[in-house]
């Protein structure tokens, strides 16, 4: 065994503890910040901001690989049905995009509602679902905050009001009452401080064996 990452999960049809509303609300007025939505209709540019933002966030990361330019165009065409407006979020601080939050719809629950197989009507359902990704749950894969800033307040800051933000639109517009965080590194402990701070809690363990070849 060489490396643990867990996953978190939390009921979000509740408003977080007071000290992070405290601090979210202390963003909303610094004028400084932004957080806006992705633009779809502009995704290939939005597409190359994430990626940017990851490759330096995630650099000294154990076991990251950079993403390459083809791979970010290809990435972003692929994962372009499975994004929503008001799921997925760009900070910036002064202008400049810094840090970003990806939220996805949990496909896993209409897959289960078709037994697994698109044939011969379950492509249907799946596509009725993807114009209108109702669920339970919500799954945020990747967010990142651009290394000059981490270990910083305002990385802290920038993270609580994207995860506040989304949190409100995947209720109100979805119907979900649960998130899932992860994967995230056992020593990520920025990372571990937000989830503590929101009041999740571990759900998932997972372990990365290493083998010579």
């Known amino acids: 065994p060489v490396k643990k990452l867990h996953t978190y999960e939390l009921d ?3 408003e977080f503890p007071p000290i992070v509303q405290r ?3 202390a963003g909303k007025r610094n004028p400084r910040i932004r957080i806006r939505p992705v633009e779809v209709k502009q995704f290939a540019r939005e597409a190359a901001i994430v990626i940017d933002i990851l490759n330096d966030a995630w650099a000294d990361n154990w076991g990251f690989v950079p993403f390459t330019a083809k791979e970010a165009e290809y ?3 692929k994962m372009t049905p499975l994004i929503r407006e008001d799921l997925n979020m760009v900070a910036e601080l002064d202008g400049e995009p810094v840090a970003f939050m990806l ?3 949990n496909a896993n629950e209409p897959i289960q509602e078709i037994g697994g197989k698109l044939l011969p009507f379950g492509w249907i359902k ?3 679902w993807l114009k209108n990704p109702k669920c339970n749950t919500m799954r945020v894969p990747l967010m990142g905050v651009k290394k000059e800033y981490q270990n910083s307040r305002l990385a802290s800051q920038l993270a609580f009001m994207m995860i506040e933000y989304i949190r409100r639109a995947a209720v ?3 119907g979900a009452k649960r998130g899932e965080i992860g994967w995230i590194l056992e020593d990520n402990k920025g990372m571990v401080a937000i989830a503590d701070a929101i009041d999740s809690h571990g759900n ?3 372990l990365i064996y290493r083998k010579s070849l």
Do not use: C, F, P
């Open 12 to 14: 979000i049809t509740h």
């Open 23 to 25: 601090i979210v609300d």
């Open 75 to 77: 990435g972003g065409k």
């Open 103 to 105: 939220t996805w719809s």
């Open 126 to 128: 799946m596509l009725r």
């Open 172 to 174: 109100a517009n979805y």
């Open 204 to 206: 998932k363990e997972y």
